[in-house]
């Protein structure tokens, strides 16, 4: 069953097509790699899928509903949540507050509630703790390293209980021993039903993980299929050796 369908979607910024008649599903149980070259128009699909961007034409359905002209909030509350490529956190909360402000997908003025709820925070303590983190919740979010920043945003996704986690480049910066632990949560969840769909240029990760792996280039699709076919076809060794 498609989780998530994208159909010829398009998208222009000025005279630059970044996304052009993309097309692909997303099955559900899935982990899927999107992958490409720089410019290739992976984190302009992200942004498309998740409200930050409205497409110029094309459909995004999840869940059988189009949801393309939805707020981003609105998209969270129906089962989507991602990551980006450069973490955002509110940098003088603590790591808890900042996984309870996660989970508050109402709208922007439920930033501002007055108090956390016990079942949110025994929530966000369960998942700092499934990442390893736990013993960060009380300090500050500019007082973590990248890699635990990389950390609590992963936890903090989970806050919202999405059926397709959007995962934007989460080996970037990530040194080998975290890498691991973010793959070994990636699959542990999995197994539990959770889907994935990941933007990354790290290709033993992707190959090890993936099944699908779609490469796109110039805005759309290029190529999708098995790592081993992706690694054997001659259009995406093009496309990168192209860049």
């Known amino acids: 069953m498609a989780l998530l369908e994208i159909k010829g979607l398009n998208k222009h910024f ?4 970044a996304v052009n008649d993309c097309s692909f599903s997303v099955e559900e149980g899935r982990i899927v790699s999107l992958i490409g070259p720089n410019g290739a128009g992976k984190t302009t699909v992200f942004n498309l899928v998740t409200g930050l961007l409205t497409p110029d034409s094309g459909d995004v359905t999840f869940l059988g509903k189009k949801i393309n002209g939805l707020q981003p909030h609105e998209i969270t509350r129906r089962g989507i949540s991602r990551t980006f490529q450069i973490t955002r956190d509110l940098q003088e909360l603590s790591v808890l507050e900042n996984m309870v402000i996660q989970s508050q997908v109402k709208g922007f003025f439920d930033m501002f509630r007055s108090s956390m709820s016990k079942r949110e925070t025994e929530r966000a303590m369960d998942l700092l703790s499934f990442v390893g983190i736990s013993h960060l919740a009380q300090e500050k979010a500019k007082n973590l390293s990248y890699g635990q920043k990389k950390l609590m945003e992963f936890a903090s996704v989970l806050m919202s209980e999405p059926k397709l ?8 910066g990530v040194n080998p021993t975290l890498l ?21 240029h790290n290709m033993d990760l992707v190959m090890k993980i993936s099944d699908p792996v779609i490469c796109m280039a110039y805005g759309t699709v290029l190529a999708e299929g098995s790592p081993k076919d992706i690694q054997n076809n001659s259009q995406v060794m093009e496309a990168y050796l192209g860049e």
């Open 180 to 200: 691991e632990s973010i793959i070994d949560r990636i699959l542990e969840l999995n197994k539990k039903g959770i889907t994935f769909l990941i933007v990354e």
């Open 165 to 172: 986690i959007m995962l934007d480049e989460p080996a970037g």
């Open 14 to 17: 000025g005279g630059i097509q």
